[in-house]
Nanobody
Framework: QVQLVESGGGLVQAGGSLRLSCAASGRTLSSYTVGWFRQAPGREREFVARVDRNVGSTLYADSVKGRFIISEDNAKRTVYLQMNNLKVEDTAIYFC???????????WGQGTQVTVSS
């Protein structure tokens, strides 16, 4: 079993930066793919970024490419999402998730709110 806890959300002005953290407990995430998703009010949850920790590859949604960076700290069992040049449309609840292999995401955190003001 894996427990995920997000932190680092908050209120920031457009153009600013935030770093979200996804801390894992229960098991190491060394063999998992970890992803970040977000859900804005009235919209479906959407993919933001992921890191495949088996091969070290990353993938980003087009809407955040070049602005967000996903990284990991194995010693701290934490995956980060560095968000730069934030836009109002980045406002959402951000969730991290983990899975082994491909397909459905097995574990989800509770989410952290990110609000970007104009």
């Amino acid at each position: 079993q894996v427990q995920l806890v997000e932190s680092g959300g908050g209120l920031v002005q457009a153009g600013g930066s935030l770093r979200l953290s996804c801390a894992a407990s229960g098991r190491t995430l060394s063999s998992y793919t970890v992803g970040w998703f977000r859900q804005a009010p009235g919209r479906e949850r959407e993919f933001v970024a992921r890191v495949d920790r088996n091969v070290g590859s990353t993938l980003y949604a087009d809407s955040v490419k070049g602005r967000f960076i996903i990284s990991e700290d194995n010693a701290k069992r934490t995956v980060y999402l560095q968000m730069n040049n934030l836009k109002v449309e980045d406002t959402a609840i951000y969730f991290c998730a983990a899975r082994q292999g491909i397909g459905m995401w097995d574990y989800w955190g509770q989410g952290t709110q990110v609000t970007v003001s104009s």
